[in-house]
């Protein structure tokens, strides 16, 4: 009948030590471009991205991750490894002004080639995986270089997190951990993020790498498979409506499991709270309160920063 007992009995808490909060890190100076469908959203260069990153460094998020916007974009996705790439050079002055937070970085093609595809093209417009595979060994050394603490591949390309741990091994960092986006679905809910990241691929899509909707066994050999080529941290990409594949990775497996709140989940509350159709505070921490009862240790969320900020601090 309290909220104290209820309190009391309240099994699973949603606390900023679970969240990593995604930003997009664009080129110039001063520019903070807003997201139209992801409100609070935006992509920033690398000094207004530090100046965001000041107002929560220190409230215990559990880290940030990054994607990169580049200016220049080719057939193969070469600005995405190079040294004074977007994302290099964020990260550099990220691990300078704040050594105790948490910087990953996402390694995939797709916001770097110019056909907005994940991985390197044939003549007939379909993925090369073993190309792709080493192009993005290549990008993750060039984030741990920088000084990342954790690369994220979320590519979906076949034995790309083996190629990454050998590559990251043969260069000395051995003790770098991968967070592998291992059972990624080929969502509708990815909408907002190919606006913020400019991905949306030119031609078809990405079904022939991301999973099928339908499938839950195919997701959990995914799994496996990220995790013998030595994965650290699987994640479940998206979480609303894949709670069931959360559940089974906790169980099955003894690692960290991270779910991925995504852009389309995010601005539908964002969008029917703009409505006045629900109450957004309620709806936001519902949702992620219930992607940890899942099972999800960590959960990416567009909400981490709120939380941290003590923006959505509903108590049942
Ligand atoms: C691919 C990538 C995507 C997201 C994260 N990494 C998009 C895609 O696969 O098309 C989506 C994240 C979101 O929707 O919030 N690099």
Same mark, same amino acid.
């Given at each position: 009948m309290t909220a104290g007992l209820r309190r009391l009995a309240t099994e699973t808490v949603?606390?900023?030590?679970?969240?990593?909060?995604p930003m997009f890190v664009c080129e110039g100076t001063g520019v903070r471009r807003a997201i139209a469908s992801?409100?609070?959203?935006?992509?920033?260069?690398?000094?207004?991205?530090?100046?965001?990153?000041?107002?929560?460094a220190n409230k215990g998020l559990a880290g940030i991750i990054l994607f990169g916007i580049p200016d220049?974009?080719?057939?193969?996705?070469?600005?995405?490894?190079?040294?004074?790439?977007?994302?290099?050079?964020?990260?550099?002055?990220l691990k300078r002004e704040f050594p105790e937070l948490v910087v990953m970085t996402d390694v995939c093609l797709c916001e770097y080639t110019s056909h907005g595809h994940c991985g390197i093209l044939d003549a007939g417009g379909s993925i090369l995986n073993d190309e792709t595979v080493e192009?993005? #060994?290549?990008?993750? !050394? *060039?984030?741990?270089?920088?000084?990342?603490?954790?690369? $994220?591949?979320?590519?979906m390309m076949d034995m790309r997190v083996g190629a990454i741990r050998s590559a990251l091994d043969m260069e000395g960092f051995v003790n770098l951990p991968i967070m592998s986006y291992a059972v990624k679905y080929a969502s509708a809910f990815y909408g907002p993020f190919r606006d913020a990241a400019q991905s949306t691929p030119s031609h078809g899509d990405r079904k022939s790498h991301q999973l099928n909707p339908a499938n839950w066994r195919e997701g959990l050999r995914e799994a496996e498979a990220d995790l013998a080529e030595g994965a650290d941290i699987?994640?479940?990409?998206?979480?609303?409506?894949?709670?069931?594949?959360?559940?089974?990775?906790?169980?099955?497996?003894?690692?960290?499991? #991270?779910?991925?709140? !995504? *852009?389309?989940?995010?601005?539908?509350?964002?969008?029917? $709270?703009?409505?006045?159709?629900?109450?957004?505070?309620?709806?936001?921490?519902?949702?992620?309160?219930?992607?940890?009862r899942a099972g999800a240790d960590l959960v990416l969320t567009y909400y981490a920063r709120d939380v941290a900020l003590g923006r959505i601090k509903y108590r049942f």
């Open positions: 949603l606390s900023p030590a679970n969240l990593i909060y992801m409100p609070g959203v935006f992509n920033l260069s690398v000094d207004e991205l530090l100046r965001d990153v000041a107002e929560f220049t974009k080719d057939e193969t996705g070469s600005s995405g490894c190079a040294e004074s790439g977007v994302v290099q050079r964020a990260v550099r002055e192009r993005l #060994a290549q990008m993750a !050394v *060039s984030h741990a270089e920088a000084g990342a603490d954790v690369v $994220a591949p979320s590519d699987l994640m479940v990409k998206p979480a609303s409506h894949y709670l069931d594949m959360v559940r089974l990775l906790r169980d099955e497996f003894d690692v960290p499991i #991270a779910a991925y709140q !995504v *852009s389309g989940e995010y601005s539908m509350i964002k969008a029917a $709270a703009a409505q006045g159709w629900i109450d957004e505070e309620r709806a936001a921490w519902e949702s992620l309160v219930s992607m940890r």
